[in-house]
T-cell receptor
Framework: TQLLEQSPQFLSIQEGENLTVYCNSS?????LQWYRQEPGEGPVLLVT?????EVKKLKRLTFQFGDARKDSSLHITAAQPGDTGLYLC????????????FGKGITLSVRP | GAVVSQHPSRVICKSGTSVKIECRSL??????MFWYRQFPKQSLMLMAT?????????EQGVEKDKFLINHASLTLSTLTVTSAHPEDSSFYIC???????????????FGSGTQLSVL
């Protein structure tokens, strides 16, 4: 089973600061997904990265997939209280019935 | 966009009773649905894969007789927590894959979860 390590586990920052969080594995990913989850809600897909070295931007969020496809990062510029939540990376298995395996998640708190 | 409806959103029950949670795909068909459990401030742990018209596939350590899964139609899967105990208290989340895009990584949609509290 391929394991995903996310770091840091908890992060509390002031509004306006920048931050970077990470998702790593000892094995190569075929693709990786990032989700954000708010308390009492299901996770919402933010992005899927597939190609090594790929960079995707979603407003103030920048996602990068490592060249070797073993790691990924999420950078948030000028964080806002609305960014508060649990950020999860996940691996998708292969095939039609493939399951999604999540990392342990990063709890982000942005103070106003 | 595709929507997965999960019901109820919150349930409180007495120890020893059974609780049924429904997961419906509202505007697409799903041969496969997934059930996850999440404890406070922790990640989602896959419990089982629900397959329409066949038996569910359970992850290691998940009791089949404790967590009954039925996927009788292409739009509905149910999870029944039988003889619930306080340690079963958790947030349960389902997800469903859009059959029309079954090889696309984007087409997996999550319900809004069910908070189960067993007294």
């Amino acid at each position: 089973t391929q394991l995903l390590e996310q770091s840091p586990q908890f992060l509390s920052i002031q509004e306006g600061e920048n931050l970077t969080v990470y998702c790593n594995s000892s094995s190569v990913f075929s693709s990786l997904q990032w989700y954000r989850q708010e308390p009492g809600e299901g996770p919402v897909l933010l992005v899927t990265v597939v190609t090594g070295g790929e960079v995707k931007k979603l407003k103030r969020l920048t996602f990068q997939f490592g060249d070797a496809r073993k790691d990924s990062s999420l950078h948030i510029t000028a964080a806002q209280p609305g960014d508060t939540g649990l950020y999860l990376c996940a691996l998708q298995g292969r095939g039609a019935n493939s399951k999604l395996t999540f990392g342990k998640g990063i709890t982000l708190s942005v103070r106003p | 966009g595709a929507v997965v409806s999960q019901h109820p959103s919150r349930v409180i029950c007495k120890s020893g009773t059974s609780v049924k949670i429904e997961c419906r795909s509202l505007d697409f068909q799903a041969t496969t649905m997934f059930w996850y459990r999440q404890f406070p401030k922790q990640s989602l742990m896959l419990m089982a894969t629900s397959n329409e018209g066949s038996k569910a596939t359970y992850e290691q350590g998940v009791e089949k007789d404790k967590f009954l899964i039925n996927h009788a139609s292409l739009t509905l899967s149910t999870l029944t927590v039988t003889s619930a105990h306080p340690e079963d208290s958790s947030f349960y989340i389902c997800s469903a894959r859009d059959m029309a895009n079954q090889f696309s990584n984007e087409k997996l949609f999550f319900g809004s979860g069910t908070q189960l509290s067993v007294l």
